[in-house]
């Protein structure tokens, strides 16, 4: 279906449209990106609607690679939400871009189309070639519109996942290299690529590859040092992006590619990926603890939240992977909805510090509530979107990994530690800082994004039938692999 | 010489005669412009020709030249270079330059004819004769501004090493001689080879090495790149690189089956250390002509890659991967140093080439600076540009034959090389400080610039374009 492809380059060609127009007509680059985006948000749920589309063009003969994309449930669940965040991002920060509004737009459009790409990419190589673009705009978002240490920021950003990348790169040549000793022809389909049978050692190797990569945009300790840096410097819009998106990137990697292709070597692993799993639960939760910087703190706590999809993911069981899914999905919404109120903040008092806050309450009731929803969201409060996912994720993995999964779970007491901590500084005590209430732009997204986490919390299924397809042919290849 | 000869050398007759055309021009009337048109006439024209004479076999013209498809294909990149630095030369002189003009046009013609001859030679006494053409009318221009003391230090630097090492060159092949007794490169190497011989040929590939700026033979490239004005650096970087690169693939392609293994030791160890060094000693530099002098090494420390590998068994993917890898290379350099010449002045004492100076180049020349930016991202190899490409050939070449140090040597490098190359792309999008002026006018120029600005990115995004027809252009397989 041709109309697949207008969900890349659509948002590409609509960034140049507010670029070119914000320069002429002030203020209309804000109007186009967020009517554009809505336009994609309809046009992609319309797409969704036909169930599984995909596309396959001729693209790089000599090394028969495809541009194939492939657009079914779980793909058009991150799609959606990518859209609606990037939604989320143009809100947040209307008035917060001062310099070079127009390109801003562009990047910001440009991001959604890269991010986009890697969730419909169904070629190796085409994968890899969005993995890759999609950093260029949020380095440049991070660069051009961050805070006070935005160049080291941006510089480490990039450079971890390019990095971690380039290893995926070398094992998706070998793995095509390796069809082609099997079969006599080279290829970088997914699917053509799941039908061999690859040795136990090599396929270790190859999963290595692909984990690393995977396992740094997710982020996982030991590999999380740029994600902190990353999300404080990033201007909110940024923030929000990398939060809510970029950091699932890794996840449904290692559902696209890491755990159908390689199941034995993921199975093999997966102890080590669990333990380490846990160890970025935990770490992020005592780390979010001792912040002072808001943007920090729920920097942390994505780590601790990401940590449980890993351990999800690596378990291998049905309901956890429903609960990865749901943490996917609640966890973009939660975390973003975290660093718009951060980015609110900072607008108003020009600092991230807890210790210039304090007291907010009396000034701003709305504000507090709405933040007061999203920290209890964040932690897991059953009736929200999160509850699900990490209960979820917990009875799944427990019947895999008894052992870790009773310490994870210390990381949802922990996360009410931080989550109420936060709070209580930041909102609670005697008053600090007078602040500005919410404006009604602010109200309107942000009770959005209330009415979200708790449509998600008591309606979860929608997302489950919509990733069914996935994790049914997961189980299937899983129980094939089993010994 | 048959009438059928001649017109195979047409592309490099037509080169002769506009020498002689800009010589006689110049002695009759003085003018910038007129000896630029002519120069330009002439590169275009002889392109013309070679594209419409294309060879898809091996033609031997007399015993010294030959006409082949690898040759012509980098007979077309060099041609494309020598374009580019004739059209960036009008602007970087500005309308009331201290410096005769007409000589540059005539040193670029003749170093252009050294290079296409050096590509097309198949005997000892053409390859001297040729690399000494390019590289003595290279030296000239290197030193174009005598007002400059760098660039004659530079120059004078070149002239002595440069020296040295055609003399390596030529007692290499006088060992080879001596032990063949053959002058043709193919019967000279297909000769048995004794202790003799191969040390003659490890000195002619160490003579070439030395263009190619191979550790360890590298010492001279980043002060004579820093020193030239730099059009001539642009010159130097990509038209000898492409020429002497194009004989030393030619010549590792003949190496005999027993001197093989020692071989493909020597070189991979040039190619790691060459990737390795010259990516770290990039690191901290300042001025970009040194950043790119190290990023050449660097570079054609990948190239070599194919080189090496080019002794083991995949001959056509080797020589697809090492022709695309050198025009991604080339494309990039000529767009970086395009950008510097067009905001540097001849007559100054220094080039425009510190990072400071460089400082928010994107928020007042856009386009310069973008181009700048999709150039240095190329030579990074991040996907939608040709340099990416031409990585993942080099890639799929070391992995398909399991040289997993040269891999690794070429990941670590490319970490490595992100770091500056990405230094350099934070400086353009950093808050203005100063003004930056640029050449104005030199409209044709500049849409030269943007044309390959532009393929750059046409051939990243699609790949297919050149590269599923790059069999047939190489006539392989």
New interface residues.
């Given amino acids: 279906m041709v109309a697949l492809s207008f969900l890349i380059w659509l948002p590409l060609l609509l960034g140049v449209c507010a670029w070119i127009s914000e320069k002429k007509f002030k203020g209309s680059g804000n109007w186009i990106t967020l009517i554009s985006l809505f336009g994609m948000l309809i046009f992609s749920i319309y797409l969704g609607s036909h169930g599984t589309s995909s596309l396959s063009w ?6 028969n ?1 495809h541009f194939a994309l492939l657009f079914d449930g779980l793909a058009l669940l991150l799609v959606v939400l990518t859209i609606a965040l990037a939604m989320l991002a143009v809100m947040v920060s209307w008035n917060d871009i001062e310099k ?1 509004r127009g390109f801003f737009h562009f990047n910001l459009m440009f991001s959604v189309a890269g991010i986009v790409g890697v969730f419909l990419a169904a070629d190796l190589f085409l994968f ?2 969005f993995w ?2 999609m950093l ?1 705009p949020m380095t ?1 978002l991070i ?2 519109w961050g805070h006070e240490g935005r ?1 080291y920021a ?2 480490k950003f ?2 971890f996942t ?2 971690s990348s ?2 995926m ?2 094992a998706i ?2 793995l095509a ?1 390796f069809h082609q000793s099997q079969t006599g022809e080279l290829s970088f389909n997914l699917g053509q690529l799941q039908q061999l049978v690859i040795p136990e050692n090599m396929q270790y190797w190859l999963m290595l590859g692909f984990f690393i990569a995977f396992a740094v945009k997710l982020p996982m300790v030991p590999l999380h040092s740029w994600l902190p840096d990353a999300h404080t410097q990033a201007p909110t819009a940024g923030s929000v992006l990398l939060a809510g998106i970029l950091l699932k990137t890794g996840a449904y990697g290692l559902i696209r590619i890491v755990l159908p292709l390689f199941p034995s070597a993921t199975m093999e692993f997966a102890p080590v990926a669990v333990t380490l799993g846990v160890i970025s639960i935990i770490y992020g939760a005592v780390m979010a603890y001792s912040q002072t910087d808001f943007k920090r703190l729920v920097a942390y706590s994505s780590i601790s939240h990401m940590g449980f999809v890993l351990l999800a993911l690596f378990s291998w069981h049905e309901v956890a992977l429903q609960g990865a899914i749901l943490t996917i999905v609640a966890h973009g919404i939660s975390s973003a909805a975290l660093f718009s109120m951060a980015g609110l903040i900072q607008h108003r008092i020009h600092s991230r510090e807890l210790g210039k806050m304090g007291g907010m309450w009396a000034s701003a009731p709305k504000m507090a509530t709405v933040t007061l929803i999203f920290v209890m969201a964040g932690i897991g409060m059953p009736g929200m979107a999160n509850f699900n996912g990490e209960l979820l994720t917990l009875l799944g993995s427990y019947q895999q990994f008894p052992v870790q999964t009773i310490v994870a779970s210390l990381g949802i007491v922990l996360s009410a530690v931080y989550g109420l901590h936060l709070f209580q500084r930041a909102f609670q005590g005697p008053p600090n800082v007078d602040v500005v209430d919410l404006h009604m732009r602010e109200l309107v997204f942000t009770s959005l994004l209330v009415v979200a986490l708790i449509y998600f919390g008591l309606q979860p299924h929608i997302v489950l039938e919509l990733s069914s397809e996935t994790i049914t042919s997961l189980l299937q290849i899983a129980g094939e692999a089993r010994p | 010489m048959s009438m059928q000869e001649l017109w195979l050398l047409l592309p490099v007759l037509i080169i002769s005669a506009g020498i002689l055309a800009v010589m006689i021009q110049a002695s009759y009337k003085r003018s910038h412009f007129i000896a630029q048109g002519i120069c330009l006439i002439t590169l275009l024209l002889a392109l013309a020709a070679l594209i419409y004479q294309y060879p898809n076999d091996v033609k031997t013209i007399t015993i010294l030249f030959e006409y082949e498809p690898i040759g012509g294909f980098f007979s077309l990149l060099l041609l494309l270079v020598g374009i580019s630095v004739a059209l960036l030369q009008g602007p970087y002189m500005g309308a009331n330059c201290k410096e005769v003009a007409e000589e540059f046009y005539l040193l670029l013609l003749l170093s252009c004819l050294g290079a296409m001859l050096l590509v097309m030679s198949r005997h000892v006494g053409s390859v001297i004769l040729s690399v000494e053409l390019m590289s003595l009318s290279m030296l000239a221009i290197l030193a174009y501004n005598r007002e400059r003391k760098l660039a004659l230090e530079g120059a004078m630097k070149y002239l002595l090493l440069s020296g040295a090492a055609t003399s390596l060159l030529l007692i290499g092949f006088a060992l080879l001689y001596a032990s063949s007794g053959q002058m043709i490169l193919v019967d000279m190497l297909q000769s048995p080879m004794g202790l003799m011989a191969k040390s003659g040929f490890v000195l002619v590939l160490a003579g070439l090495a030395f263009k190619l700026s191979l550790v360890p033979l590298h010492f001279w490239t980043p002060d004579v790149y820093q020193g030239a004005p730099v059009n001539s650096t642009l010159l130097l970087t990509s038209l000898s690189k492409a020429a002497v690169f194009a004989l030393f693939i030619k010549l590792v392609l003949l190496v005999p089956a027993d001197f093989e293994a020692d071989m493909v030791r020597m070189l991979s160890w040039m190619a790691i250390a060459s990737m390795l060094l010259g990516n770290w000693l990039a690191l901290q530099q300042q001025s970009l002509k040194r950043l790119m002098a190290y990023s050449a090494i660097a570079h054609m420390g990948y190239v070599l890659v194919a080189g090496v590998i080019a002794m083991g068994i995949d001959h056509s993917l080797v020589l ?1 991967g090492a022709s695309y890898y050198l025009l991604a290379y080339l494309v990039a350099s000529i767009l970086i140093f395009a950008v510097l010449t067009l905001l540097s002045r001849l007559d100054d004492q220094q080039d425009v080439d510190e990072l400071p100076q460089l400082q928010g180049l994107f ?1 007042q020349h856009p386009w310069l600076a973008s181009i700048m930016t999709i150039a240095f ?1 190329s030579l990074a190899g ?3 540009t040709i340099g ?1 490409i031409g990585k ?1 050939y080099l ?2 070449l070391a ?2 034959l399991s040289e997993w140090w040269l ?1 690794a040597a070429m ?1 670590v490098g ?2 490595v090389g ?2 500056y190359y ?2 350099v792309i ?1 400086t353009l ?2 808050p203005a400080q100063s003004d930056i002026p640029q050449a104005a006018g030199a409209y044709v120029t500049k849409i030269w610039i943007g044309l390959i600005a532009a393929s750059l990115l046409l051939l990243g995004i ?3 374009l050149l ?2 027809q ?2 047939t252009i190489l006539a392989i397989g």
Avoid: C, N
């Fill in positions: 001729e693209w790089f003969a000599r090394f690679i070079h890899f070639l890759e673009v260029l440049a660069l051009i160049r941006a510089l990039f450079i390019q990095v380039l290893l790169l070398v040549i070998a290299l | 697809e928020w991202l991040m996907p939608i990416f993942f890639l799929t992995i398909k891999v990941l490319s970490a992100l770091y990405l230094r934070f999008f950093a699609f790949p297919g590269g599923d790059l069999r």
